[in-house]
């Protein structure tokens, strides 16, 4: 294998042997003037995957490494992904999960020219489609931001103002390995949103407003870990995102506290404190603390998990043998 590869394109596996040959086939079929390599993770996965990948290295073996886990690595991925960009050899590392696919030729050669041209950017990233592999929603593409290249101002927010689906981000292998994600990190089940947040720290990350890969969502992968009405997950990212206040220096203190404030919205409805009254007195005092709700939301998280229920049944009572008796007298 060559000593000048310019891209190693790092794909994590787990159990995908529906999809892996086509995301290594999509990779496979990129048109460069550079000389690229594949670095593919496998997670102990339970199905034929590993099979998949070891034909696929017989085939390719000048163009694919495997990293063939023997076993589960964990943290939803993060710690297998991370083994590909220890093992990378090129200049950039183009990251991947083992479902996703690339629907253009050219998205590495579009993305190194980018990097090239633009030494100051940390990162590029280009624009994506989702697709439910259940067909449970319609495709639709990540971004509708059209801006030439995002900061962190644009990551930081009550929502994800900008999503960079893991399958079109691009980024600099040596300043990875100088500037790796933050121990704090290690407890996160999203390995993307504060590598992405960290990189922006460094420099700009730039945009190319093409529709080059697929993100897909299917049962078995990542993105349906992400259990909004799970409490496990929902505290997770109250942690996460307490840490990334704590890494930026609380310069976005008041943005990340709403962000943080939306997790404890959820727990009043998750499934392990859904119909609870003392925990969900403290979420709601939570987000109302720090997400500053307007007047008609304040209004209804105070009546519906503040107020005891036996309280508003007396009041109800109240209130409603007040109304008889002020309409009596007026007869």
Not at 24 to 46: A, H, Y
Not at 57 to 84: C, E, V, W
Not at 184 to 197: K, Q
Not at 274 to 288: E, I, S, V
Request: glycine share 4%; net charge neutral; charged share 25%.
């Amino acid at each position: 294998m060559s000593d000048m590869i310019k891209v190693s394109v790092c794909v994590v596996t787990y159990n995908h042997e529906k999809f892996v040959a086509k995301t290594l086939d999509s990779i496979l079929m990129q048109q460069t003037t550079f000389p690229f390599e594949i670095v593919v993770g496998d997670d102990n996965s339970k199905d034929n995957t590993a099979a998949i990948l070891k034909e696929y290295q017989q085939r390719y073996p000048d163009k694919i490494r495997l990293l063939l886990h023997p076993k589960n690595m964990g943290l939803n991925g993060k710690f297998n992904a991370l083994s590909t960009f220890a093992a990378a050899k090129g200049e950039y590392i183009a990251q991947f999960d083992g479902d996703d696919y690339l629907t253009s030729p050219h998205k590495l050669q579009k993305q190194v020219e980018m990097l090239d041209a633009n030494p100051h950017y940390s990162a590029c990233y280009h624009n994506a489609r989702v697709i439910f592999d259940d067909n449970a929603a319609p495709p639709y593409l990540v971004n509708s931001l059209d801006k030439p290249e995002i900061t962190v101002d644009d990551l930081i927010g009550e929502d994800e103002l900008c999503f960079i689906a893991t399958s079109s981000l691009m980024f600099r292998r040596e300043d990875f390995a100088k500037h790796p994600d933050p121990e704090w990190t290690n407890l996160s089940t999203s390995g993307d949103i504060p590598r992405n947040i960290m990189l922006a720290t460094r420099g700009p990350i730039g945009y190319i407003n093409e529709e080059m890969s697929v993100y897909r969502k299917n049962r078995g992968g990542a993105s349906f870990a992400d259990n909004h009405y799970g409490a496990d997950f929902l505290f997770n990212r109250i942690q996460m995102y307490s840490n990334i206040n704590k890494e930026l220096g609380y310069k976005y203190d008041e943005r990340i506290k709403k962000n943080i404030s939306v997790y404890y919205y959820k727990l009043l409805f998750s499934r392990e404190y859904g119909h609870t009254y003392w925990p969900r007195l403290k979420f709601a005092l939570k987000y109302l603390s720090l997400g500053d709700p307007a007047p008609e939301r304040r209004k209804e998280v105070i009546r519906d998990f503040i107020i005891p229920g036996f309280a508003m049944k007396i009041y109800s009572f109240l209130a409603l043998n007040l109304y008889n008796l002020k309409s009596k007298a007026k007869a």
